[in-house]
């Protein structure tokens, strides 16, 4: 983690060399019993963070994220490479932010945005529960990194999380928060309230057709009292 101390460690025989990256630059070197540091190369980004000791091993103090690199241990007598060190230093990680998505989000889809700034290292994930649902790394820095989803409305087990090999940082989703539930609870119902509403027309109708039918066969059989009938008809039409 940046500034935290991490010291390569080797044995050395004989003088020794410190070269950092691939382009051979010189940070320290021991010959004898003779140690010299070089900490004021590279714009002296190394300057005073160095420290040398008898065994060879190299301590490099209060880390920065532009100290990730290969460090390289060379024998100054015979030239040969001894040993590399592959080092990387991770920034804090920032907490992610959840946002809607107002150019693709509607009263029927919502579309969310998970952004992180200055991650040096790492990767950006949706997860539903414990399954990673879509995820994108990053392995130098960048000032913005985002992620789309497009979440089911009546889940509310999403989150977000960066991180990277030593850390991370989580985002649980508040759907109620991002996303216009209430609409889709009424787009949601409304197919079967219309099927509801469909339905009622249609027994009504059934029980008029038959109430009709039953009265008119009374009109034909009790020809001698069409009035009383007639009178039934209209108090039994008029309660439906």
Known sequence: MVGESVTLKIQRDGDIEWKFEDRNILIAKISRDEITLYDKVLDGSFKGRLKLDQTGSLTITNTRTTDSGDFKTINTSTGK??????????????????????????????????????????????YKGNRVLSSTSVSDIRSRISLHLEVEYQNNTYSCVVNNPISNQTTHLDINTHCNTRSAVILLTLPVVVGMNVGVAVVTAMVTVLVYKFISRCLRRKKHAPEEAKNAYSSLNYAL
């Open 81 to 126: 490479l001894l040993k590399t060190f592959m080092l990387t230093v991770y920034g804090p990680l920032p907490i992610p932010v959840i946002s809607t998505d107002p150019t693709t989000s509607s009263e029927s889809r919502c579309v969310l945005l998970c952004s992180v700034v200055n991650v040096s290292a790492g990767s950006l994930s949706w």
